[in-house]
């Protein structure tokens, strides 16, 4: 017989067992999407390690070239990816055709900002040579998805890190491996190798896994404050690695002067409602000047009292479907009963039609009363209402919170758009616009417990590749001018 590890084989099977079982769900129904074994993480690091010269060795050009190829393939299977992302997360199918607009958009915009953010610079000088810039990938890099947007979010990360040169190892969110799995399928089918971009199916024990793991040189994170601290606390002993957390949010929308109350109204009903409020930049607090109080209030019920919520194939479509699963429902509807019973005044009440699916209609609660609102991200479809009395009371409020990722003031004059601007501590301040949906062509990203001062979005080349400075000269030429024996 063989020794009490038993042969090699043996013991890979051995660690196959006992990785875990992943399975996803589509929200709407119950019915499950996708089942499959937990990968490996040593095997996939140690494949990704392996892959990484090659790759980096790579012309620009080529990199370039084959992540476009990769837009095209995303292009041609674009129904069947939107289909998956609408199965699995339960958004609207027109909402998840546009998240797949978004992973295609993202290639020739990283391109660009990669071109503009890391371009080589080179300063000439005739004495003392040239003083040369350029940049240079970190090598196996980690990214950890969310579930809200698991295509466009995790390649807002993977695109950026390829071209620079870096190999991708991708954990899609657990709630969402088949999604996770088409695209690294659609990356593959252009030329980037399954070993350069790689996917890692798991939960959090996987994320740890990577994130400790000494072969991986960074973690580019998008996903909640908990998990980003955890991950943070993790690595500190390790300022080696490059560590980019996109987290969560507790933003404000602040309601001014202003004679377009229908148009307030329906950006305050997009930016709370949109995806049922999972959006990482979605309003959570509305902060109402006291004149303008039951003229917007009532115009915001009435349009989210029109508001219809359902499965992600229903026709007519709907504007919003159910959160993610009955475990967040849960929760939702105790923080709901939360706020009520602790000063909270219902305008419109959150409504879960059928205990055991996770639809929750659109709800609405003045928290004005309340002495202490618990600074939490309700990730769902819950929106606080606050009455303020002046301007510099409604700031207060805005940054009333322990997160900074975005911020919007509706109405109010230039000069008031000029002090909620100076002031208000968030990544994202925006006049007149949604909180949601920001531009590819800015950086994405907030402070406080929102972020660790690294943007995503137009800014992910910076965190991609480090710079190198380089003095250069082709023959050497010095000499010591002062303190010679
Ligand atoms: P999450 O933190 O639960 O999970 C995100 C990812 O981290 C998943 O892949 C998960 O498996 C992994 N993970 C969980 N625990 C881990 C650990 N201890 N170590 C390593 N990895 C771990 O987030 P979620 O619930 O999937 O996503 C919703 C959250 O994401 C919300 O808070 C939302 O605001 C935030 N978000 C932020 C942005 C942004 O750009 N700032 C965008 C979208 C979503």
């Not at 990577?210 to 580019?220: E, I, K, N, P, Q």
């Not at 967040?328 to 005044?345: K, N, P, V, W």
């Not at 301040?429 to 800015?442: D, G, K, Y």
Request: proline fraction near 6%; hydrophobic fraction near 45%; charged fraction near 20%.
């Amino acid at each position: 017989g063989h020794g009490r590890l038993g042969t090699a084989a043996e013991r890979g099977s051995a660690r196959s067992a006992n990785r875990a079982e992943i399975v996803s769900f589509e929200p709407a129904t119950g019915a499950e999407v996708w089942r499959g074994k937990a990968s490996d993480i040593d095997d996939v690091v140690a494949r990704a390690r392996r892959a990484w010269p090659a790759w980096a060795a790579q012309p620009l050009s080529t990199r370039m070239e084959l992540v476009r190829r990769f837009a095209n393939e995303v292009r041609k299977d674009a129904d069947k990816l939107a289909t998956i992302i609408a199965r699995e997360t339960g958004k609207p199918m027109w909402e998840a055709r546009i998240e797949v607009e978004n992973v295609v958009n993202k290639v020739e915009v990283s391109i660009r900002a990669y071109a503009e953010r890391t371009a080589q610079r080179k300063l000439d000088n005739a004495l003392q040579g040239t003083m040369a810039v350029r940049h240079k990938p970190h090598g196996v890099l980690a990214v950890l998805g969310p579930y809200n947007m698991p295509a466009h979010l995790p390649n807002s990360h993977i695109v950026p890190a390829l071209i620079a040169g870096n190999v991708v190892i991708f954990k899609p969110s657990e709630k969402a491996p088949a999604t996770g799995e088409l695209l690294a399928r659609c990356f593959n089918r252009a030329g980037i190798s399954a070993a350069v971009c790689q996917i890692a199916i798991g939960g959090p024990a996987e994320g740890q896994a990577l994130v400790a793991h000494d072969d991986v040189d960074g973690v580019l994170f998008t996903g909640s404050a908990n998990t980003g601290i955890t991950i943070n606390r993790k690595l500190s002993s390790r300022p080696d690695k490059m560590v980019v957390l996109e987290m969560g949010g507790n933003n404000a929308m602040v309601v001014w002067d202003t004679p377009k109350i229908t148009d307030a109204a329906a950006i305050i009903v997009q930016s709370a409602f949109a995806s049922s409020g999972q959006r990482c930049t979605a309003v959570r607090r509305l902060v109402v000047k006291s004149g303008m109080y039951d003229a917007v209030m009532a115009e915001v019920k009435s349009l989210a009292d029109r508001l219809v919520f359902g499965a992600p194939f229903d026709e007519p479509a709907p504007f919003m479907g159910p959160v993610i699963d009955n475990i967040a429902a849960d929760g939702l509807t105790e923080s709901f009963l939360y706020l009520l019973s602790h000063g909270g005044r219902a305008i419109k009440h959150l409504v879960r039609p059928n205990d055991s699916l996770p639809f929750l209609s659109p709800s609405i609660i003045d928290t004005t009363a309340m002495k202490d609102r618990p600074d939490v991200e309700l990730f769902g479809p819950i929106l606080q209402v606050i009455r303020v009395d002046d301007f510099d009371e409604a700031i207060a409020e805005a940054n009333n919170t322990r997160f900074g990722l975005a911020a919007s003031l509706v109405g109010g004059s230039p000069q008031e758009y000029n002090k909620f601007w100076a002031n208000t501590r968030a990544g994202i301040v925006n006049w007149n616009r949604p909180t949601i949906s920001p531009s590819h062509a800015a950086p994405m990203g907030g402070i406080g417990l929102s972020g660790n001062h690294r943007p995503t979005g137009y800014y992910a080349a910076d965190y991609c590749a480090y710079p190198v400075a380089s003095g250069e000269i082709e023959q050497p030429r010095a000499m010591i001018g002062v303190g010679l024996r």
